[in-house]
């Protein structure tokens, strides 16, 4: 007997109605792309009912071989796809399909308004909403499913207008285990029920899952295989066309744009392996989601285990793709992998393999590399802090801006090679962008000796410069931090050397140190500046100025060192105030103007704002009098 409960009406978690209609009208050139997500769906059912079924051989019943069938019915105007994998609860179903863009509906909705292709397609997959490609070709989807175990089946139905309703069925009207989904096609989508149009659509985006499809043209009609399953990482590269990586790449990472660097091989020895990782174009969606998660899946023998292996490091998390073992039990617990030394080797070898291609890549196609760098350069940085052992590879690997670059990138290998003479470090500024970097009254000194400057402007290099680390025997320091030593490299020729400093600049510097002896560290004569009149740098032996202020925003220090103010003696400003001995009011306002336009060189506010104000009031009226 068919339960007669009740369907209760639910509503979206989104805005539906808009997100469909942006979907179908802004995102999407080729509709053929909803066949491709069902049965990505559909292969990944049934990969997780493998992966249970090791420990509980009972979740498979009389149905073992894993299988996708699409059935076409052209007299109701129907599309089925069902498969009979790991099914879902009523709960799994209202988690799974009731919730639209879990990741972040209203910014998905900003994104795609005014998308135009092929950006707008790239965004589905970020998203996770490849399952509503379906509404457009269906004004109706159903979705039956059992899980695997339970003796109890739901449906899910919708017509993607805003709310949809879950009830149970009875269980023979659902797949053993497994998910059924029937599409109730559009009047302009009847094409998908055309046997020659489907069959060549999915075995051009979908014939490399892991999972056999058949096919059956009407609903009483016998079954034909059209894809074997035969897993694409299993096959000779040499049978593999470009397009084919490129589907499995979007299948796998679900995504739409294209991978730009692919690496497929086997390795053999003390373990063995199977690796297919793909580098996309874009940065994927959650590339700084705050637990930084892989997503690599891991593999027994083509028996899918997990996605939550960390196979790779984390500051390798946009490599997409899969490892294939076959050294690893296929009854190895998700807890298990993690200490395996196994696994350990496989961690090791991919990873070190991935950042040898990327060596080569550098080394032999300089103008796909730097795109590369460019989309990720950011996240491979984060090894430099943490992975102490490839800190060299990946030192070798980064490239920068710096202050005589221009819009070019350079390696520190680039940087070496133009060291000065008696140059004792390598020099950089860390900074929110890198416009207020190059106008930074830090650089002054080193701009008119001609030393290059690395310029970096990404929230890790706080952390990784300032990690004791140097290129070459030559330590970083940061151009805020200490005494800059620019005396020692000499000016370039035909620069005319430093006057001598006038005693009462000196006397006026004293004045200073008196003056802010409450907010200041020290005052010194700068080597640095050329141009302006003063800057703020950090003590000696103190942290970082920028990476201070980042700890200090995150609440990680106490508190905060007093900087140093560096003093411009030949300064004309500087000149006059020091001539002005008798008017200690005047020199008192200017001292603490001084220091509060220092802050603001550096991206701070006054200390006090409303004594900034009057003490500028002041002088200016002065000058106008």
């Given at each position: 007997?068919?339960?007669?409960?009740?369907?209760?009406?639910?509503?979206f978690?989104?805005?539906v109605?808009k997100?469909?209609?942006?979907?179908?009208?802004?995102?999407y050139?080729?509709?053929?792309?909803?066949?491709?997500?069902?049965?990505?769906?559909?292969?990944?059912a049934?990969?997780?009912?493998?992966?249970?079924?090791?420990?509980?051989?009972?979740?498979?019943?009389?149905?073992?071989?894993?299988?996708?069938?699409?059935?076409?019915?052209?007299?109701?105007?129907?599309?089925?796809?069902?498969?009979?994998?790991?099914?879902?609860?009523?709960?799994?179903l209202?988690?799974?399909?009731?919730?639209?863009?879990?990741?972040?509906?209203k910014?998905?909705?900003d994104?795609?308004?005014?998308?135009?292709?092929?950006?707008?397609?790239?965004?589905?997959?970020?998203?996770?909403?490849?399952?509503?490609?379906a509404?457009?070709?269906?004004?109706?989807?159903?979705?039956?499913?059992?899980?695997?175990?339970?003796?109890?089946?739901?449906?899910?139905?919708?017509?993607?207008?805003?709310?949809?309703?879950?009830?149970?069925?009875?269980?023979?009207?659902?797949?053993?285990?497994?998910?059924?989904?029937?599409?109730?096609?559009?009047?302009?989508s009847?094409?998908?029920?055309?046997?020659?149009?489907?069959?060549?659509?999915?075995?051009?985006?979908?014939?490399?899952?892991?999972?056999?499809?058949?096919?059956?043209?009407k609903?009483?009609?016998?079954p034909?295989?059209?894809?074997?399953?035969?897993?694409?990482?299993?096959?000779?590269?040499?049978?593999?066309a470009?397009?084919?990586?490129?589907?499995?790449?979007?299948?796998?990472?679900?995504?739409?744009?294209?991978?730009?660097?692919?690496?497929?091989?086997?390795?053999?020895?003390?373990?063995?392996?199977?690796?297919?990782?793909f580098?996309?174009?874009?940065?994927?969606?959650?590339?700084?989601?705050?637990?930084?998660?892989?997503?690599?899946?891991?593999?027994?023998?083509?028996?899918?285990?997990?996605?939550e292996?960390?196979?790779?490091?984390?500051?390798?998390?946009?490599?997409?793709?899969?490892?294939?073992?076959?050294?690893?039990?296929?009854?190895?617990?998700?807890?298990?992998?993690?200490?395996?030394?196994?696994?350990?080797?496989?961690?090791?070898?991919?990873?070190?393999?991935?950042?040898?291609e990327?060596?080569?890549?550098?080394?032999?196609?300089?103008?796909?590399?730097?795109k590369?760098?460019?989309t990720?350069?950011?996240?491979?940085?984060?090894?430099?802090?943490?992975d102490?052992s490839?800190?060299?590879?990946?030192?070798?690997?980064?490239r920068?801006?710096?202050?005589?670059s221009?819009?070019?990138?350079?390696?520190?290998?680039?940087?070496?090679?133009?060291?000065?003479?008696?140059?004792?470090?390598?020099?950089?500024?860390?900074?929110?962008?890198?416009?207020?970097?190059a106008?930074?009254?830090?650089?002054?000194?080193?701009?008119?000796?001609?030393?290059?400057?690395?310029?970096?402007?990404?929230?890790?290099?706080?952390?990784?410069?300032?990690a004791?680390?140097?290129?070459?025997?030559?330590?970083?320091?940061?151009?805020?931090?200490?005494?800059?030593?620019?005396?020692?490299?000499?000016?370039?020729?035909?620069?005319?050397?430093?006057?001598?400093?006038?005693e009462?600049?000196?006397?006026?510097?004293?004045?200073?140190?008196?003056?802010?002896?409450?907010?200041?560290?020290?005052?010194?004569v700068?080597?640095?500046?050329?141009?302006?009149a003063?800057?703020?740098?950090?003590?000696?032996?103190?942290?970082?100025?920028?990476?201070?202020?980042?700890?200090?925003?995150?609440?990680?220090l106490?508190?905060?060192?007093?900087?140093?103010?560096?003093?411009?003696p030949r300064?004309?400003?500087?000149?006059?105030?020091?001539?002005?001995?008798?008017d200690?009011?005047?020199?008192?306002?200017?001292a603490?103007?001084?220091?509060?336009?220092?802050?603001?060189?550096?991206?701070?506010?006054?200390?006090?704002?409303?004594g900034?104000?009057?003490?500028?009031?002041?002088?200016?009226?002065?000058g106008?009098?």
């Amino acid at each position: 007997m068919t339960t007669t409960t009740e369907a209760t009406p639910r509503s979206f978690e989104a805005d539906v109605g808009k997100l469909l209609h942006l979907m179908v009208h802004s995102v999407y050139s080729d509709k053929h792309v909803f066949l491709r997500e069902l049965i990505s769906n559909a292969a990944d059912a049934c990969e997780k009912l493998r992966y249970e079924a090791l420990s509980n051989a009972g979740l498979l019943g009389d149905d073992g071989q894993p299988r996708i069938t699409v059935t076409l019915d052209a007299e109701t105007r129907q599309l089925t796809i069902e498969d009979n994998g790991i099914g879902m609860s009523e709960a799994e179903l209202a988690d799974a399909l009731g919730t639209i863009a879990r990741s972040g509906t209203k910014a998905f909705i900003d994104r795609i308004a005014g998308a135009k292709e092929p950006e707008g397609s790239q965004l589905i997959g970020q998203f996770g909403v490849g399952f509503y490609s379906a509404f457009m070709v269906a004004d109706k989807v159903n979705v039956t499913s059992r899980r695997a175990g339970e003796d109890s089946a739901s449906l899910w139905s919708s017509d993607g207008q805003g709310t949809y309703t879950i009830q149970p069925v009875d269980v023979a009207d659902a797949p053993a285990h497994g998910t059924s989904v029937l599409l109730h096609l559009k009047e302009d989508s009847t094409t998908y029920t055309d046997g020659f149009t489907v069959e060549r659509t999915i075995k051009a985006q979908s014939g490399h899952v892991p999972v056999p499809i058949f096919l059956k043209d009407k609903p009483d009609a016998e079954p034909k295989q059209i894809a074997d399953g035969a897993a694409l990482w299993t096959r000779p590269k040499v049978e593999i066309a470009p397009e084919d990586y490129t589907d499995f790449y979007r299948s796998v990472a679900g995504q739409f744009d294209a991978p730009a660097l692919t690496l497929h091989y086997r390795a053999e020895g003390m373990h063995e392996y199977t690796v297919l990782a793909f580098i996309p174009e874009t940065k994927p969606f959650d590339l700084f989601d705050p637990d930084r998660a892989g997503r690599m899946k891991l593999y027994v023998r083509r028996v899918f285990i997990t996605d939550e292996a960390e196979i790779l490091p984390r500051y390798l998390r946009f490599v997409r793709g899969l490892v294939d073992s076959s050294d690893l039990p296929l009854n190895v617990s998700r807890e298990m992998i993690q200490d395996s030394p196994v696994l350990a080797a496989i961690q090791k070898g991919v990873s070190n393999r991935i950042l040898s291609e990327l060596d080569k890549l550098a080394a032999n196609d300089t103008e796909r590399y730097l795109k590369l760098w460019n989309t990720f350069g950011a996240v491979l940085k984060e090894g430099l802090y943490e992975d102490y052992s490839r800190r060299e590879t990946l030192l070798g690997l980064a490239r920068f801006k710096t202050t005589t670059s221009g819009d070019a990138w350079r390696s520190l290998k680039d940087y070496a090679a133009d060291l000065k003479d008696n140059q004792t470090a390598v020099y950089y500024a860390v900074g929110p962008d890198l416009d207020r970097l190059a106008s930074s009254p830090q650089l002054e000194g080193f701009r008119a000796r001609g030393i290059e400057v690395l310029l970096l402007s990404d929230h890790v290099d706080s952390f990784w410069a300032a990690a004791g680390m140097d290129f070459d025997g030559k330590p970083f320091k940061s151009v805020t931090q200490g005494l800059a030593d620019l005396s020692l490299i000499p000016l370039p020729e035909g620069a005319e050397p430093a006057p001598v400093i006038s005693e009462s600049v000196d006397a006026f510097i004293t004045f200073l140190k008196a003056t802010l002896g409450d907010v200041v560290s020290d005052v010194r004569v700068s080597e640095r500046l050329t141009e302006s009149a003063v800057c703020l740098v950090a003590p000696e032996h103190g942290m970082d100025r920028q990476l201070e202020k980042m700890l200090a925003g995150a609440g990680r220090l106490d508190a905060v060192a007093k900087p140093v103010l560096e003093v411009n003696p030949r300064h004309p400003l500087i000149e006059k105030l020091g001539a002005a001995s008798g008017d200690d009011a005047l020199r008192e306002d200017a001292a603490h103007l001084l220091f509060d336009e220092a802050r603001i060189a550096d991206g701070e506010l006054p200390v006090d704002p409303r004594g900034f104000s009057a003490r500028l009031t002041r002088v200016l009226r002065r000058g106008i009098e």
